[in-house]
C-alpha cells in the first residue's frame, strides 16, 4: 500500500526531505512508515505521530491513503 | 458559542483585531459580561542567547482543526459565548504579538480559566515550531516550550 508522509521542522532537516509517498507492506504501524521514509535513521524519542492530523501512538497500524506527519515538540505561542 | 481561529503570515495587531472581531460580533453585545484576553509578543532573548528574527512554521489543516478542537473543549467545560484564537506564521522580529487568545463569556471566571486553557493547550500541543535567527547569523530550531502551570 501507498502512505503520504510528512516531515516537519527540525525532523525535515534532519531527514532530509518534507515528505513522500511511501509504498509499504499491507500490515505496518506509524513506525514503520517511519522506517521506510526515514532512510533507516531511528525514530528519535521524542517524535510526535499524526495519522491523518490526528495525534496517534507509533504503534498505530495505518491504512492505504493515510497521511503519516512526525514532527519534534511542538513550540507554538 | 461562536469559535473563529485564524492562522496567517500578516502582522498581528491583536488590539484591532479584538475591535473589529467585536464590531462583527455586536449581537453578542449586552450579554458579555467578561473578556478574558491573552496577547504573546516575541522577546529579544531566549536560553541566554540575544534573538533577532524567529521564523514560525505549522502544520495546515492539523494546526486550524487542533487550535478549533481546544475551543469546543474550553467550550464544554465553561460557559462561553464566544472564542477568537489568531497565530502568526512565518518571518517574526522582536516586540511582533505572535498570538492573540480572547474568550467572552457572561462572567469573569470563565473568562479568565478558560483563556488559559486554551493557551496553555496551544503551547503544549497544537503544532507550530519555531526556529530562532541568532545576532551571529546563526539558526535554531526552538526544543521545548516553558511550563505555564
Known amino acids: 500500500m501507498t502512505v503520504d508522509v510528512k516531515f516537519f521542522a527540525s525532523l525535515r532537516e534532519q531527514v532530509g526531505c518534507e515528505g513522500a509517498s511511501v509504498e509499504i507492506g499491507e500490515v505496518a504501524t506509524a513506525a514503520d512508515v517511519w522506517l521506510a521514509a526515514a532512510g533507516g535513521k531511528p525514530m528519535p524519542p521524542n517524535v510526535l505521530v499524526a495519522v491523518n492530523m490526528e495525534y496517534t501512538d507509533p504503534n498505530r497500524e495505518v491504512k492505504s491513503g493515510d497521511e503519516v506527519a512526525f514532527f519534534p515538540p511542538v513550540t507554538g505561542g | ?149
Open chain 2, 1 to 149: 458559542m461562536r469559535v473563529r481561529v485564524e492562522i496567517h503570515n500578516d502582522t498581528l495587531s491583536p488590539w484591532e483585531e479584538l475591535a473589529s472581531h467585536e464590531q462583527a460580533t455586536a449581537e453578542l453585545k449586552g450579554r458579555i459580561g467578561a473578556a478574558g484576553v491573552f496577547v504573546g509578543t516575541m522577546r529579544d532573548f531566549n536560553e541566554a542567547s540575544d534573538v533577532i528574527a524567529m521564523h514560525l512554521e505549522h502544520y495546515p489543516g492539523m494546526t486550524e482543526t487542533h487550535l478549533e478542537r481546544i475551543c469546543a473543549e474550553a467550550g464544554k467545560r465553561w460557559e462561553l459565548l464566544d472564542t477568537l484564537v489568531v497565530h502568526r506564521v512565518g518571518e517574526i522580529l522582536p516586540a511582533e504579538p505572535i498570538v492573540l487568545v480572547a474568550v467572552w463569556s457572561e462572567h469573569r471566571k470563565d473568562a479568565f480559566e478558560a483563556c488559559r486553557f486554551i493557551m496553555e493547550d496551544l503551547k503544549s500541543k497544537a503544532p507550530f515550531w519555531k526556529k530562532e535567527t541568532l545576532t551571529d547569523g546563526s539558526a535554531r530550531w526552538v526544543e521545548k516550550n516553558t511550563a505555564g502551570y
